[in-house]
């Protein structure tokens, strides 16, 4: 699996748009971009996932550059709900190894 | 839709003992997987199961193991407890067709080894 570098710490102001970056230089044709992230003491939670195209749900907007080698994860109006650990990570389906493999994310701190 | 439950929610275990942790997942999900999250050292991924059967595990020694019930809800084991194995275990479920990376995760248990 390819490796991602994200920032260990950012900060973001209750409602403006919060943009975290995650490099993934590395990344091969068929792995894909998956975000999640973890609320102090809780479990992780699935935000979004792509391969090459901007994806957008109701939690967040996925950007991938054209190169593939990095991402942005857009949180559009931050909360102060939204200060967790973010974690980017790239896989493939391998058929059998399929695990997640959690890096040590950006945590985020929403301010008000 | 309720969510992956765990129990208990905490635990406090002397070292040498053993102990069973118990996931129950989401409602149709038929893939349970197990993590460990040690201070410090981020999440690990412990054990896979799908459809009752183990498909995959982590790096981790024989004194931890599971099962999947015909239900699909699982438990996972660990033997001769050690005072590293003091972490907040975290159980995920994944539904048959779903995205493999799609998982969701249950609160967690959190176990003390003294």
């Known amino acids: 699996d390819a490796k991602t570098t994200q920032p260990t710490s950012m900060d973001c102001a209750e409602g403006r748009a919060a943009n975290l970056p995650c490099n993934h230089s590395?990344?091969?044709?068929?792995?894909?971009v998956y975000w999640y992230r973890q609320i102090h003491s809780q479990g992780p939670q699935y935000i979004i996932h792509?391969?090459?195209n901007n994806e957008t749900n109701e939690m967040a907007s996925l950007i991938i550059t054209e190169d593939r080698k990095s991402s942005t994860l857009i949180l559009p109006h931050a909360t102060l709900r939204d200060t967790a650990v973010y974690y980017c990570i790239v896989s493939a389906y391998q058929g059998g190894s399929e695990k997640l493999v959690f890096g040590k994310g950006t945590k985020l701190t929403v301010n008000p | 839709e309720a969510g992956v439950t765990q129990s208990p929610t905490h635990l406090i275990k002397t070292r040498g003992q053993q102990v069973t942790l118990r996931c129950s997942p989401i409602?149709?999900?038929?893939?349970v997987y197990w993590y460990q999250q040690a201070l410090g050292l981020g999440l690990q991924f412990l054990l896979w199961?799908?459809?009752?059967?183990?498909?995959n595990r982590g790096n981790f020694p024989p004194r931890f193991s599971g099962r999947q019930f015909p239900n699909y809800s699982s438990e996972l084991n660990v033997n001769a407890l050690e005072l590293e194995d003091s972490a907040l275990y975290l159980c995920a479920s994944r539904g048959a067709g779903e995205n493999i990376y799609e998982q969701y995760f249950g609160p967690g248990t959190r176990l003390t080894v003294t």
């Open positions: 590395t990344i091969s044709g068929n792995e894909y």
């Open positions: 792509g391969l090459k």
């Open positions: 409602s149709g999900h038929t893939s």
């Open positions: 199961y799908d459809e009752g059967e183990e498909r």
